[in-house]
């Protein structure tokens, strides 16, 4: 996957050869914030335009921008998983939440 990252957002990117465009998205949000442009420097660009607008449009509503992930997650897992997990953290010497922040972080960089 084709990603860029500014002020801790990141956007998924994709080429439509279609239009012989790059088109981007806004990730991990439930706005939808989109851009597009016809070279990478112009992706760039039309990102952080795109994005500081959204930011800017918040300020100015008083509402406070939704970011990609706060550090909570909820799971519900099946129990069997859940005693599973909590075995192997326990194995490692480590807390559930140590243990599922690596187990996380490895599935994420795959």
Excluded at 13 to 23: G, M
Excluded at 44 to 71: K, N, Q, W
Aim: net charge negative; glycine share 6%; proline share 4%.
């Amino acid at each position: 996957m084709n990603t860029m990252t500014y002020k801790g957002y990141n956007a998924r990117i994709e080429y439509d050869p279609r239009d012989d465009i790059f088109v981007g998205r806004v990730l991990g949000v439930r706005d939808i914030i989109s851009f597009h442009a016809s070279s990478v420097s112009q992706l760039h660009e039309a990102f952080h335009l795109a994005l500081d607008d959204y930011l800017a449009d918040c300020a100015e509503r008083g509402v406070t921008p939704e970011r990609p992930a706060s550090g909570k997650v909820m799971l519900r897992i099946r129990p069997e998983v859940h005693a599973a997990a909590t075995i192997a953290a326990q194995s490692a010497g480590k807390s559930l939440n140590q243990w599922a922040d690596e187990v996380f972080e490895r599935a994420a960089q795959a």
